[in-house]
């Protein structure tokens, strides 16, 4: 079987968590691969979260209305393009194996943190880890990628 890959554009609204993780499901579904839906469904939602959370998202206050519009670090009325760089998420299908990436504009390294049971928040790496392969991030040039590997049955 060939390969797939896919990108999806994560508005910058708590809302799109839902969105991206339907995405993702919907994609597993029509590769075949609807045994990962549920660990990938999950490792999604944790990852655009951070994303959002971390590098200038929604959930920082920002509305975020020009983020995705095409050549905002070139737009002369923004020319330090303080605009944050649109979070991607991409899913790549090369049985057996399925990568889930999200891509966004921090190059603040992801920090796993000890798990403290009674915060709300904190977890979302423990469970990438425990739900994949394989995670882990890689630098860019305007940002970083956080990537998961998943095994297909």
């Not at 708590?14 to 469904?41: I, K, M, N, Q």
């Not at 983020?67 to 299908?93: C, F, N, W």
Request: glycine residues 10%.
């Amino acid at each position: 079987m060939q390969g797939h890959t896919v990108s999806f554009t994560v508005a910058p609204d708590p809302e799109s968590v839902t969105e991206a993780r339907h995405f993702a499901v919907s994609r597993l579904t029509e590769w075949g691969v609807t045994e990962l839906t549920d660990d990938v469904g999950l490792v999604v939602s944790e990852l655009v979260t951070n994303a959002l959370r971390h590098s200038g998202g929604a959930f920082r206050g920002r509305t975020g209305h020009d983020v995705h519009r095409k050549g905002v670090y070139e737009d002369p009325a923004d020319p330090l393009g303080s605009a944050p760089s649109a979070i991607r998420l991409r899913l790549g299908h090369q049985p057996p194996w399925l990568l889930c990436g999200i891509i966004d504009a921090s190059r603040a390294a992801p920090r796993r943190k000890e798990p403290d049971y009674i915060a709300e928040t904190g977890r979302g790496l423990h469970l990438v880890e425990s739900f994949s392969v394989r995670w882990g991030w890689r630098s860019l040039p305007h940002g970083k990628v956080v990537w998961a590997l998943f095994r297909t049955a």
